[in-house]
């Protein structure tokens, strides 16, 4: 992701169906949205792109490396005009990128007990469900779950095996 992606990254966070599943679900402002970008681009664990299909931007994937050697958190969503089946193909290529290019060993990420479509997209992918932190996040009424999700490099090798 570079700085001219931003208005487009910005109108797609601030989209009611995404911002819904998101920790921050009020609607950002661009100065917010920028000053954002401005630190995350400044920490060497972050990484943040753009998923494209034939050219055209379709969503976004962030990678955050986390204090353990070789283990990333990610996050992720779609462009709201991006067609069924396209997260698939998207979590498809960044866990690719992730354990072949990045050479991670896990992939962790967490889904609100909410989210049915990410805990299903997380399991679909092959991730194991690995915890459950008890009423962890408040969003300003109540209290919710969140999933904790992983996937280590050899479950997605033999994942990808079995295809």
Known sequence: MTFDDLEMVFNWRNH??????????????????KAWFERVT??????????????????FINFNDTSFSGVAEWGFYMSPIAEKGMGKRMG????E????DRGLRKICGQALAFNKG?????KKLGFTEE????????????????ICFGLLKYQWEECVLSR
């Open 131 to 146: 915890g459950c932190l008890r009423e962890q996040y408040y969003d300003g009424t109540n209290y919710h779950n969140i």
């Open 118 to 122: 990410s805990i299903s997209f997380h």
């Open 42 to 59: 400044k920490d060497s664990k972050v990484e943040l792109l753009i998923f494209e299909q034939s050219g055209i931007p379709m969503g």
């Open 97 to 100: 990128y992730g354990f072949n």
């Open 16 to 33: 009611p169906e995404i911002r819904r599943y998101m920790y921050t679900t009020h609607q950002i402002g661009f100065e917010e949205h």
């Open 92 to 95: 498809l290529e960044a866990l």
